[in-house]
């Protein structure tokens, strides 16, 4: 098989022609076994992504250890309700802090010789580093020696992370999406929105590439062929393409006919500021480079991929309704039958991921083609992707994995 190493620089440039000259990603960044370490370098490192959720450690002392694309982190709630996300390694022999979610009391206490680090990643305690009950040593400095903390942000529950330090602010990163949704929650944003308990979250495991994810999200093409319940109150035809405004940030659709309330009878609270005009209006976008974000006036969702190899990704789904009153057990039913909708549509889409990765296998496909009417979202997401895999001096050499 090619390796990663070999993806020539000519099948990256075909990536970014027009639309209907175009090729699709060469079939080793989603088979090749380096493909999810030359995602990570390339990508995932380099910008804000996805790491877990904020209401996975809702109480102070509440942490969780994350394996992301095969580095350990650690996500923990601090006693003012912060989250913080740090490197999941002991500064002193290296063993991996925490192995299991957990709820701690003062400290990530390291179970190997006890090291001992506050939720902000501050080495406290070094238990005998100076011999037999004298806890300092001469010429150790603590301050130097705590975790080595991850930039991390919260919005709409998601926590991100960017672990290279140097993505710029996640203001920045967020704002296009802001500006999107500005027609829909206004000046006020997200704010209302309230992440759901137990009942609002689901898990599938896909044997795919994580980017497949992303690009079957991106498109409305395939709703009539794989959704047809979806497609029953919300047909291809009322659907229309998203974009973002800088080419950085995001790709994917929206649909003027959304209504589930109606459909299924899931009569929620819904965001202040939607405009009468727009009720069923929805949108879809694929916020590179790992998260799948739905908006409907009565509910957010998110679909943050997780991936586990070149060919396995695990996919969080979690929604968030309108304000406290929509957690309500008056309305548990309203909320199951929105997730159930959701979870039908994604359940759907699995098979169209899988059987891409599969045929990603093929010595005959070198990528495919774009609808120019249909494939745009998909492309543009290509075109971000091919752009990181350009080697850094702009040469036409081969890529360096
Ligand atoms: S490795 Fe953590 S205290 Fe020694
Ligand atoms: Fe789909």
């Known amino acids: 098989m090619t390796t990663t190493q070999s993806v020539a620089s000519d099948s990256i440039f075909a990536v970014l022609q027009e639309t209907v000259a175009a090729r699709g990603l060469p079939n080793q960044l989603y088979v090749d076994r380096s493909a999810l370490a030359v995602d990570r370098d390339r990508i995932f490192a380099k910008t804000w992504s996805g790491l877990g959720f904020a209401s996975d450690i809702p109480e102070p002392g509440d942490a969780k250890p994350i394996d992301w694309l ?64 004298i806890h300092q040593s001469e010429g ?21 992370v960017n672990l290279s330090g140097d993505a710029g602010p996640f203001a920045d990163f967020i704002a296009p999406v802001l500006k999107r949704w500005q027609k829909y929650w206004g000046d006020t944003g997200p704010e209302e929105l309230v992440a759901g308990g137990a009942d609002s979250r689901a898990t599938l495991d896909v044997e795919s590439n994580w980017k497949l994810a992303i690009e079957n999200y ?138 891409m990765q599969r045929g990603r296998h093929s010595p005959a496909y070198g990528g495919g083609v774009f609808s120019p009417a249909m494939d745009g979202p998909t492309h543009h997401f290509h075109r971000w992707v091919a752009r990181r895999m350009l080697p850094a001096d702009g040469s036409t050499e081969a890529l360096a994995g």
């Open 140 to 160: 150790f400095d603590r301050r130097a020696n705590g975790l080595h903390s991850v930039p991390s942000a919260v919005w709409c529950d998601i926590v991100f």
């Open 70 to 133: 095969g580095v350990p982190l650690l996500m923990v709630r601090d006693r003012d309700g912060q989250v913080h996300v740090h490197h999941n390694v002991c500064s002193h022999r290296g063993r991996q802090l925490l192995d299991a979610p957990c709820r701690l009391k003062a400290s990530i206490r390291c179970p190997y010789h006890s090291w001992n680090y506050g939720f902000d990643g501050e080495l406290l305690g070094t238990p005998h580093i100076g011999g037999v009950n």
């Open 218 to 355: 991106c498109e409305s093409y395939h709703l009539p062929f794989v959704h047809p319940d979806l497609n029953s109150f919300s047909r291809l035809e009322d659907h229309y393409e998203v974009f973002d405004e800088d080419g950085e940030s995001f790709s994917g659709q929206g649909t003027r006919v959304y209504n589930l309330a109606e459909v299924a009878g899931t009569h929620l609270p819904r965001l202040q500021h939607w405009p009468q005009s727009l009720q069923r209006e929805a949108e879809y976008l694929s916020l590179y480079p790992n998260l799948m974000i739905g908006l409907q006036a009565d509910h957010f969702f998110a679909v943050l991929l997780e991936p586990l190899s070149e060919a396995r990704t695990r996919e969080h789904v979690r929604l968030l309704f309108v304000g406290e009153a929509a957690q309500d057990s008056a309305f548990a039913k309203a909320r199951e039958k929105t997730l159930a909708s959701w979870e039908n549509v994604f359940a759907e889409d699995v098979s169209m991921v899988e059987g």
